[in-house]
């Protein structure tokens, strides 16, 4: 258990479905992530929030579309993807974005396929 | 972007002491270097963070010469549990969330009975 939870840890969707991602964190942390990692490959990360403000975006597709409400919640909206986005998504946490303030912490991830 | 470089697979044995190491040739004076452990489906763990010189917690040590140019993470007594995918990571200590989370390629340790 690491303080991050991921809901679905697995989804099936279909290329026109609509559906969202969801993380929580109850470790106090400013700073939350999306990333995405595909079979055999490193991972990519997908965005970044300090403070519910939305940092980084790494080229993403629009079909993702991410949301962060408050600094405990973040969330990735789904919408038209392709079967090539099926992957596992993962979110992970850290008290702030700097190198130096020590670990992410991941979530399990959720398994996402899209038929 | 200091970029990491790791050989793509170990093989060991139980009991045996394994050392990874990572090279970061262009590594600035504010990177730090985190590793990090990863099992088949499931997030990425921390393993250790250091700076300069030896760091050494419950689970690993990582070493770093003078020249922050390389590291390596050395676990021992090495169990079949260990098997996972391990990577390092070099970022910057300050507000710059692109260097500090992007991962390279791992790698993956196989330990053998």
């Known amino acids: 258990e690491t303080g991050v939870t991921q809901t679905p840890r697995h989804l099936v969707m279909g290329m026109t479905n609509k559906k969202s991602l969801k993380c929580e964190q109850h470790?106090?942390?400013?700073?939350m992530y999306w990333y995405k990692q595909s079979a055999k490959k490193p991972l990519e990360l997908m965005f970044v929030y300090s403070l519910e403000e939305r940092v980084e975006n790494n080229s993403v597709p629009s079909r993702f579309s991410p949301e962060c409400p408050n600094s405990s919640h973040l969330f990735l909206h789904l919408h038209t993807l392709q079967p090539e986005d099926s992957a596992l998504y993962l979110c992970?946490?850290?008290?702030?974005?700097?190198?130096?303030?020590?670990?992410?912490?991941f979530g399990e991830g959720s398994r996402l396929t899209v038929l | 972007l200091a970029k990491t470089t790791q050989p793509i697979s170990m093989d060991s044995y139980e009991g045996q002491e394994v050392n990874i190491t990572c090279s970061h040739n262009?590594?600035?004076?504010?990177?730090?270097i985190t590793w990090y452990q990863q099992f088949p489906s499931q997030g990425p763990r921390f393993i250790i963070q250091g700076y300069k010189t030896k760091v050494t917690n419950e689970v690993a040590s990582l070493f770093i010469p003078a020249d922050r140019k390389s590291s390596t993470l050395s676990l021992p007594r090495v169990s079949l549990s260990d098997t996972a995918v391990y990577y390092c990571?070099?970022?910057?200590?300050?507000?710059?969330?692109?260097?500090?989370?992007?991962f390279g390629g791992g790698t993956r340790l196989m330990v053998k009975p």
């Open positions: 992970a946490s850290s008290q702030d974005i700097r190198g130096d303030t020590g670990e992410l912490f």
């Open positions: 470790l106090g942390h400013n700073a």
């Open positions: 990571l070099v970022g910057v200590g300050g507000n710059n969330a692109g260097n500090m989370l992007t």
């Open positions: 262009n590594i600035a004076t504010n990177d730090y």
